[in-house]
């Protein structure tokens, strides 16, 4: 029951979040447009954000692969992971995913494609050659969970509309600081005063809304992988390795990091400031290894 409430409610949040996106986008280009007496800044920040919303939903997946660096496998290349997918798939009732290896000793994975049908798993080498059996299946579960949850579909459009944010705002700012007509009137300055306070606190709390809603994701993934495979363990114990495991992933990026499983930037000395994990990607991996036990009795 979990799961198809899950389900239901990032379908549903993928749309509302597609209206907020767009009234956020609207705003910001109406308030400068108002302030430069320009109606085009309008119609171009709308038009732009549009086409590079519909751009990066459609080929995300294709662009994260190919920022990764990560290649193709089938049942040949790769048959011990191929049945594992396979297996943990028709448990979930999914459709077999794609899947993919990043040559990289870091242990880390990813899920990610706009839905089920277009599902992606990706995995390190490291992630191969260094967790067992049960560890493997319970990383794989927590992956394929994003993916029946449409996680992957709802945190694609989190990241991509976060980011285009983020550009028209930088775009509304540098037009401000260095040029553009404005009349000298009360009422454009009072538009350029509320465009400039929302252009710098608009990507802030977009940004802040994205990391949130990351965190809650690796939270039911991490449930819902444990319900799949019914050892709740072997996720734990994964996460543990992961814990443990301070290499960086040579291949991740600020713009993919939230889909791994664990932050893929490591600390030497495996701390953190509270101000860092204000803008972590990822729950701390103690809590989820404590709550998954305890899912284990």
Same mark, same amino acid.
């Given at each position: 029951?979990?799961?198809?409430?899950?389900?239901?409610?990032? /379908?549903?949040?993928?749309?509302?979040?597609?209206?907020?996106?767009?009234? $956020?986008?609207?705003?910001?280009?109406?308030?400068?447009?108002?302030?430069?007496?320009?109606?085009?800044?309008?119609?171009?920040? $709308?038009?732009?954000?549009?086409?590079?919303?519909?751009?990066?939903?459609?080929?995300?997946?294709?662009?994260?692969?190919?920022?990764?660096?990560?290649?193709?496998?089938?049942?040949?290349?790769?048959?011990?992971?191929?049945?594992?997918?396979?297996?943990?798939?028709?448990?979930?009732?999914?459709?077999?995913? /794609?899947?993919?290896?990043?040559?990289?000793?870091?242990?880390?994975?990813?899920?990610?494609?706009?839905?089920?049908?277009?599902?992606?798993?990706?995995?390190?080498?490291?992630?191969?050659?260094?967790?067992? /059996?049960?560890?493997?299946?319970? $990383?794989?579960?927590?992956?394929?969970?994003?993916?029946?949850?449409?996680?992957?579909?709802?945190?694609?459009?989190?990241?991509?509309?976060?980011?285009?944010?983020?550009?028209?705002?930088?775009?509304?700012?540098?037009?401000?600081?260095?040029?553009?007509?404005?009349?000298?009137?009360?009422?454009?300055?009072?538009?350029?005063?509320?465009?400039?306070?929302?252009?710098?606190?608009?990507?802030?709390?977009?940004?802040?809304?994205?990391?949130?809603?990351?965190?809650?994701?690796?939270?039911?993934?991490?449930?819902?992988?444990?319900?799949?495979?019914?050892?709740?363990?072997?996720?734990?114990?994964?996460?543990?390795?992961?814990?443990?495991?301070?290499?960086?992933?040579?291949?991740?990026?600020?713009?993919?990091?939230?889909?791994?499983?664990?932050?893929?930037?490591?600390? /030497?000395?495996?701390?953190?400031?509270?101000?860092?994990?204000?803008?972590?990607?990822?729950?701390?991996?103690?809590?989820?290894?404590?709550?998954?036990?305890?899912?284990?009795?």
């Amino acid at each position: 029951m979990l799961t198809y409430t899950e389900i239901s409610k990032n /379908k549903r949040n993928s749309v509302l979040l597609i209206f907020a996106f767009l009234i $956020v986008i609207t705003g910001l280009g109406f308030v400068f447009s108002q302030a430069y007496g320009a109606p085009q800044i309008l119609v171009l920040a $709308v038009i732009f954000s549009s086409v590079s919303a519909l751009i990066s939903y459609f080929y995300s997946d294709k662009i994260t692969l190919s920022l990764s660096g990560a290649r193709e496998v089938n049942l040949q290349s790769s048959p011990e992971l191929y049945r594992l997918v396979e297996n943990l798939s028709i448990t979930a009732g999914l459709p077999m995913p /794609k899947l993919y290896i990043i040559d990289d000793s870091a242990i880390n994975a990813f899920a990610t494609g706009r839905d089920p049908k277009h599902g992606v798993v990706c995995v390190t080498t490291g992630i191969l050659s260094r967790l067992d /059996k049960p560890e493997l299946e319970g $990383v794989l579960a927590h992956e394929l969970s994003h993916i029946g949850n449409y996680d992957i579909r709802f945190m694609t459009l989190v990241v991509i509309l976060v980011g285009i944010i983020t550009l028209i705002a930088d775009w509304m700012l540098r037009m401000t600081m260095f040029g553009g007509r404005r009349d000298n009137n009360n009422s454009n300055a009072v538009f350029l005063v509320v465009g400039i306070a929302l252009a710098i606190l608009s990507p802030i709390i977009a940004t802040l809304i994205k990391l949130a809603v990351s965190r809650k994701r690796e939270f039911l993934a991490d449930a819902s992988g444990a319900l799949l495979t019914r050892y709740p363990e072997g996720l734990a114990s994964a996460l543990e390795k992961i814990a443990a495991d301070r290499e960086p992933l040579e291949a991740a990026n600020k713009a993919t990091a939230h889909l791994y499983i664990s932050n893929p930037f490591k600390s /030497k000395d495996g701390r953190t400031s509270w101000i860092t994990n204000l803008f972590n990607t990822h729950p701390p991996l103690e809590e989820r290894i404590k709550r998954l036990r305890q899912m284990g009795g």
